[in-house]
């Protein structure tokens, strides 16, 4: 049994085209939040993506004063809140490797880091540069992953129990090697959809979001999600601090 402590970073926003597939698509801004997590069970500390810092120099000042965006925090000070400093955490899972979930990976100088193959070998290839920009795959991170981490990162295919369980499903919906993250708690089933799911609409009413590399996979992963009838904490929902006031689920008992 798991606890899963939900990290923030604050919030920011994105587009609607980049939030809804295009035919629930508006041009409206949406106000987003920076969702990251903390399982802690098994006797080890595991991170699930890494958050990222200084989220209000991706937002413009028209965003900031549309949706009051204000200071937000970096990952380290979120983790030292829970009293947990980086090289404490074993085992970091990337759900995807988009920059705002992998861009501190750096921090993590002890933890296994596990990744999707697929996921991996697409970013690595150059013969995908032309889906690779550089903001949004920030080359110093893949090249500290390739050097620095290669003893560290362990890459994985389909479902895998990293811990008892604690498990990876390959998704593959939003990026070719997205996988979502399922852990068991006193509380029930808690998953972890990555960017399957940006907010709780996209499951509960089975919208797909607008950023997706395979359209039907990420449907199936919709309905997939949806069918395990867990506790869903989607990445950038800030309904998910409202729902979970206590940012809390699992160990309490
Ligand atoms: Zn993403």
Redesign the pocket.
Known sequence: MYSVTILNNGEWATYGTVMYNSAYSSPDYFKIAQNFFLLEGEGKKILVDTGIDDLLDYTTPAQREQFGLTATKSTSQVLAEHGVDPSDIDILII??L?F??YLNARLFDRARIVINRNEYLHVLNPDNKPLLPRS?YPREVLAWLVDEAWDRVDLVEGEVEVLPGLKVVWTGG??PG?QIVTAQTDEGLVIIP??EVYLYDHVESLKPIG?HYDLMRHVDTLRYIRDLGGIVLP?HDPLVSQRHPTMRIGGKA
């Open positions: 759900t995807h988009h705002d979930h949004s939003h990026t997205h990555g960017d950023n990445a």
